[in-house]
């Protein structure tokens, strides 16, 4: 955990950081990919040497599983998509993943979760011996991410008064929120989704940043889920990595980004004693050429480093 003392100066309850970047594979779904493996390898639907993986990914997950799979000799099929950056296939195919692209989004607002599922389910049924971890629907992820909320509760001695997750597929805010009922703790934790993603409701439309948010709501949904609901914007999700990075000096990816901006939209709601946890997915090196690219940003957004520099001076 390292403690935010910069990133809002006049702030007078305590932030604390979870750097889930320090993960091997520079993620927390590093904690769903051994969860899920490891869960299926022990009930004998894995087997090292023989079977096949396949799931669908454009990012984190893929490249934890593509690493988990070459440590255990598993054939890895990652079904990705058009908007899957070149880096991402860079490190996958670095660890061996076989990729295979679905091409056709499958409606209006160009998004191609449905039909890169579609696909994985077309290919577990065609080749011997596959297996889908799902990680929208496996129990195993959720179960793998309650060590996220146990090791920020033992490193700020059980006071966690709120906690910002990012959401996607459900399973880290579902291990953490499991964790936080079943050891009786009074952490209110606040979920950071994407304008435009459907977990919570909204109607789904098009988004740039990857990592939080989903065109569908996932199997690991459950009522109650999170205490609160925080939608950041693909914007705020840039201000937030550029004002981190000049701030604290970590460079965090595009959810790490949402998560700090949406601390900024609840500050002051927040109790002038609360100690936060915040949950940072990733590091920034995989947005080198969007978030952290002063072309790319100035493109889709405009001028808006005033934003971020305003902020910071606060």
């Not at 979920?191 to 199997?219: K, M, N, Q, W, Y």
Request: with cysteine.
């Amino acid at each position: 955990m390292v403690r935010l003392e910069r990133l809002f100066p006049d702030h007078r309850g305590a932030l604390y950081a979870k750097l889930e970047s320090l993960n091997p594979g520079g993620s927390m779904k590093d904690r769903a990919a051994i969860g899920m493996i490891l869960g299926a390898i022990g009930s004998g639907q894995l087997v090292p040497g023989r079977s096949t993986v396949v799931e669908s990914s454009s990012g984190n997950l893929g490249i934890g599983l593509a690493q988990v799979c070459r440590w255990f000799d598993l054939r890895f099929i990652c079904v990705i998509d058009p908007k899957t950056t070149a880096q991402n296939i860079a490190i996958l195919t670095a660890y061996g993943a076989e990729l295979d692209t679905v091409t056709r989004p499958d409606n209006a607002i160009g998004d191609y979760l449905s039909a890169r599922i579609a696909r994985v389910r077309e290919l577990v049924t065609t080749i011997p011996d596959a297996y889908w971890p799902n990680q929208y629907a496996n129990l195993l992820n959720a179960r793998a991410q309650e060590a996220v909320m146990r090791e920020i509760a033992e490193a700020l001695d059980g006071r966690v008064d709120y906690l910002f997750v990012a959401t996607g597929s459900c399973g880290t805010i579902h291990g953490c929120k499991r964790y936080v009922a079943e050891h009786g703790l009074s952490t209110h934790v606040v979920a950071v989704d994407a304008e435009g993603s459907a977990i919570f409701g909204s109607v789904p439309c098009r988004r740039l940043i990857p990592g939080h948010g989903a065109a569908i709501r996932s199997g690991l949904y459950f009522e109650g889920i999170a205490d609160s609901v925080v939608r950041v914007t693909d914007q705020d999700c840039v201000v937030g990595c550029r004002r981190l990075v000049g701030t604290e000096a970590i460079l965090g990816g595009g959810s790490t980004g949402a998560i700090i901006s949406a601390v900024s939209q609840r500050r002051a709601e927040l109790p002038e004693d609360a100690t936060c946890a915040l949950v940072l997915p990733d590091r920034g090196e995989r947005y080198l050429d969007t978030i952290y690219s002063d072309e790319w940003v100035f493109e889709k957004f405009g001028d808006i480093r005033y934003l971020w520099k305003e902020q910071a001076a606060c």
